[in-house]
């Protein structure tokens, strides 16, 4: 630590705009169904997604288990932080889905006309509240839409999750 500092080496404090995630923190069951897509038609679709702060307060660490129809739960741990240099939202993740890949374990979020919108391997995109921070319904769910590419590389609506406490 340097004189005058409670943190070693004069590392700045979490970026502000980590507070919009704020929201998430906890655990949330979601269940949908989603739509015909390049991965085949519609199935069923339930979650169970965990947030909390990595100590520190850099980096918000999700844990989940995800199963689509009747295929083998997919499980995995995102990060998510904020790249102050480049204004952006950023999450790296891993999962039992394969090997980490550059293209395939990344995305980037942008803040946009009161929506924060992911972008990667596939989109999705959470409302805002007049604060700035994710937006929680009356009832305390937290909607999420999802879009996958298509065959000529569009964005189509895939499903859209409402998570509700655990």
Known sequence: MTEGSDRPFD???PDPELRR??????????EDH??????????????IETFRWLEGGYFLVQEYETVFGDEPAQ???NYWYFDSEAERFRIIFFSNNGPFTEDGNRYQGKVAEGKLTFVG???FQYELDDEGKIKANADGTIPVAWWLRDERSEWKP???NVFRRA
């Open 34 to 47: 989603t739509q015909e897509s390049v991965y085949g038609p519609g199935v069923p679709v339930r979650n």
């Open 11 to 13: 590392v700045p404090p």
């Open 158 to 160: 895939w499903m859209n």
């Open 21 to 30: 995630l704020e929201p998430l923190v906890g655990s949330w069951r979601a």
């Open 75 to 77: 499980k995995g741990i």
């Open 121 to 123: 391997p596939a989109r």
